[in-house]
T-cell receptor, first 113, second 115 residues
Framework: TQLLEQSPQFLSIQEGENLTVYCNSS?????LQWYRQEPGEGPVLLVTVVTGGEVKKLKRLTFQFGDARKDSSLHITAAQPGDTGLYLCASNAGGTSYGKLTFGQGTILTVHP | DTEVTQTPKHLVMGMTNKKSLKCEQH?????MYWYKQKAKKPPELMFV???????INESVPSRFSPECPNSSLLNLHLHALQPEDSALYLCASSQVLWTGYNEQFFGPGTRLTVL
């Protein structure tokens, strides 16, 4: 079973600061997804990265996929209180466990006004 | 329509009650999922349905009974639950089960409290 190590576990910052969340594995990802979950809601898919070295941008969010496809990062520029939530990376387990998403442990982000 | 809906939003039940959670999607997705999520933790997979057939059961206790009446609906029947079953129950769907991406779309969840 592929394990996803996500860091940091908690992040508390002031509005306007930048931050980066990391997701790493000892195995190669076939693809990797990032989700954001606001309190009391379900996770929302932000992006899927597939190609090694890929960079995708979603407004103030920048997602990178490592060249070896073993790591990914999420960078938020000028964080806002609306960015507060649980950020999860996830990857398809594959093989006989196809259909199962393996999640990282999550990063709880709090952005203070 | 790119939405997964879940009812009810909140549910409080006693340990002897029988209740059901409902999930619906109209995106034409043929894979549907039930997850259990504890506070500040990632979702834990419970069941996966593919083309209305149970594909994965993650050794979930029999007090949880899933049902997929058709390609748009997914139910989770609850009976004789324990207080430790209190959690957020999430439904999700994806186009089909066997894809490299498995992008899943989640509903808002049902907050279940077992007294």
């Amino acid at each position: 079973t592929q394990l996803l190590e996500q860091s940091p576990q908690f992040l508390s910052i002031q509005e306007g600061e930048n931050l980066t969340v990391y997701c790493n594995s000892s195995s190669v990802f076939s693809s990797l997804q990032w989700y954001r979950q606001e309190p009391g809601e379900g996770p929302v898919l932000l992006v899927t990265v597939v190609t090694g070295g890929e960079v995708k941008k979603l407004k103030r969010l920048t997602f990178q996929f490592g060249d070896a496809r073993k790591d990914s990062s999420l960078h938020i520029t000028a964080a806002q209180p609306g960015d507060t939530g649980l950020y999860l990376c996830a990857s398809n387990a594959g093989g006989t466990s196809y259909g199962k998403l393996t999640f990282g442990q999550g990063t709880i982000l709090t952005v203070h006004p | 329509d790119t939405e997964v809906t879940q009812t009810p939003k909140h549910l409080v039940m006693g340990m002897t009650n029988k209740k059901s959670l409902k999930c619906e999607q109209h995106m034409g997705h043929r894979a549907m999922y039930w997850y259990k999520q504890k506070a500040k933790k990632p979702p834990e997979l419970m069941f996966v349905y593919s083309y209305e057939k149970l594909s994965i059961n993650e050794s979930v206790p029999s007090r949880f009974s899933p049902e997929c009446p058709n390609s748009s609906l997914l139910n989770l029947h609850l009976h004789a639950l324990q207080p430790e079953d209190s959690a957020l129950y999430l439904c999700a769907s994806s186009q089909v089960l066997w894809t490299g991406y498995n992008e899943q779309f989640f509903g808002p969840g049902t907050r279940l409290t077992v007294l």
